[in-house]
Each structure stands twice: as structure tokens, then as C-alpha cells.
């Protein structure tokens, strides 16, 4: 059995090894694309409107096949590129350095196999730009992570403009399965968790949150059209707040990160 199944495996092998090198190929061409978009871009800037759609295209194309090809601390970047320009409302032209950073780091990546990253990746992900815009000149920047798990919507909007003002780092994951990869990675301080999300509720994705323990200290706000004392709301475990969607529900979001210390967090963080 053993003899007839090794000439399988090393053919599957075989097929992973060109898969990897085939994306090693395709994700240079798709990054050299951007860097030759941003560099039309510093001469012309009209092109902006023209580029930003195929810059996202290849962005995409990065994040989604990234860990499926050995890749995934690239893929991670690219995810939080798509964020980066969702944040600073598909602006490029103001943004090129910032863009740049991003586009250097994957080319760093893949050129090495990831392994520039195999020390501390987490802190590699948290030095990238995020697209905070300060307001106010008294506003503090808050280097914390903070994870929306909501599907595209006017509500995301309100919600991580809120945040951005506040001057915290927005990460967006689509589904509950991203979001536990995302959250594995980027270990975010807070995570607003959509009821209705896909493959599974929002309130089953708390519940995985608690009982993953690198996870399970990482406050959750679960934002909901039941009322509180719905049925489906009785079981959520850890730290998970339920926050009903009125009128004011952002004004209860503030509360709670008041009522968290997160404001202060990374300040208490530094002085340990």
C-alpha cells in the first residue's frame, strides 16, 4: 500500500511546489502593476479614478490566494491594504508612501519565503499604516487593533467611521472563518460581531471566541436587532457585550470602550 501511494503523494508534491512558484511569479507581476500605477500616478494625477479599481483587483487577487499557496503573512498584508484604502476612502493620491509601505513589505515577503517575518510577525503587521486621519489636533492616535465582522453596508460605515475618528486601527474580516484568521493575527483589542453573519451567527462565533484561548480575553461587542432578552442571546460566553442596534447604539459603543479602558489601554501597555 505504501509503494503505490508514494508515487501519489510525490506527484501531489509536485503540484504544491509549482502552485507556490506560480504565486511567487503572478503576485510579483501584480505588485510590479502597482508600482508602475503609483509611479504613472506621481506624474499624472487624474489617472487616480483609472488605476484604483485594478490596484484593488490585484490586492484581492494577493489576499485571497496567499495562504492558500503558502503565503499567508502576505495574504495578511493585502488584507489589510484592502482595509488601508476602505480608510482613507480609495485615496491614492495623498497615500502613495503609505501605499508603498505595503507594496515593499509583500515584495520583502515573498522574496523570502516569509521568513523576515518569522520572529515577530504581529509586530511587523502592527508598524504598517492604517489610514487613521486625526481630526483634531488633540486627538490621539491609539496603536490598537480593532475588528469590525460585519458584511459591506451602511452600517459597517457608521460604525468604522466612528472608530477611525477616535483614532483606532480598523481591520475588516467578511465571514466568521476570515475572522478567526484575521484575529489570530492581528490579536485586536475589540471585536464588533454582526448577529447575522455566514457560515455561522454572530453569537456562535462569541461562543468560538471564548473558548479559543488566545482569543478569549479579546472584548466583544455583538451588535443585534433582538432585543436584549432574546432567547438566542442567553448563551454568549466570555466577553461578550450585546449592544441592540437604535438610534444611539453608537452612543453605547462609546460607553463601553469608556467603561473597557481601551482608550487608555495601549498607554497602561507601554508603561508595564
Not at 441592540?244 to 459603543?253: G, L, R, S, W
Amino acid at each position: 500500500m505504501l509503494n503505490k501511494d508514494a508515487p501519489a503523494n510525490s506527484n501531489f508534491d509536485d503540484v504544491l511546489r509549482k502552485l507556490h512558484q506560480e504565486f511567487i511569479e503572478v503576485a510579483r507581476d501584480q505588485l510590479d502593476d502597482i508600482d508602475s500605477m503609483l509611479n504613472a500616478l506621481e506624474a499624472k494625477p487624474a489617472l487616480a479614478e483609472q488605476y484604483l479599481l485594478n490596484i484593488q483587483r490585484n490586492i484581492h487577487n494577493i489576499k485571497g490566494q496567499g495562504a492558500t499557496f503558502g503565503f499567508p503573512l502576505t495574504g495578511r498584508v493585502a488584507h489589510m491594504l484592502e482595509d488601508y484604502l476602505l480608510n482613507t476612502g480609495g485615496n491614492l493620491i495623498e497615500n502613495i508612501l503609505d501605499i508603498r509601505s505595503y507594496i515593499d513589505l509583500m515584495v520583502d515577503l515573498i522574496s523570502t519565503d516569509e521568513s523576515i517575518a518569522h520572529d515577530d510577525p504581529q509586530a511587523l503587521l502592527s508598524n504598517l499604516p492604517t489610514g487613521q486621519k486625526v481630526t483634531f489636533s488633540v486627538q490621539h492616535i491609539h496603536d490598537i487593533n480593532v475588528m469590525l465582522v460585519m458584511p459591506p453596508g451602511l452600517q459597517r460605515k457608521v460604525v468604522a467611521k466612528e472608530l477611525l475618528s477616535c483614532g483606532f486601527r480598523v481591520i475588516r474580516a467578511y465571514d466568521c472563518i476570515e475572522a478567526l484568521a484575521v484575529a489570530i493575527d492581528i490579536l485586536p483589542k475589540v471585536v464588533f460581531i454582526n448577529y447575522d453573519m455566514v457560515p455561522f451567527s454572530g453569537p456562535d462565533l462569541c461562543n468560538v471566541f471564548a473558548a479559543v484561548e488566545k482569543l478569549r480575553d479579546v472584548h466583544i461587542v455583538l451588535l443585534t436587532s433582538h432585543e436584549i432578552d432574546d432567547q438566542s442571546l442567553q448563551s454568549l460566553q466570555g466577553n461578550a457585550s450585546v449592544v441592540v442596534k437604535h438610534k444611539d447604539f453608537t452612543e453605547k459603543i462609546g460607553e463601553l470602550l469608556i467603561e473597557w479602558n481601551i482608550f487608555d489601554s495601549n498607554l497602561n501597555d507601554a508603561s508595564k
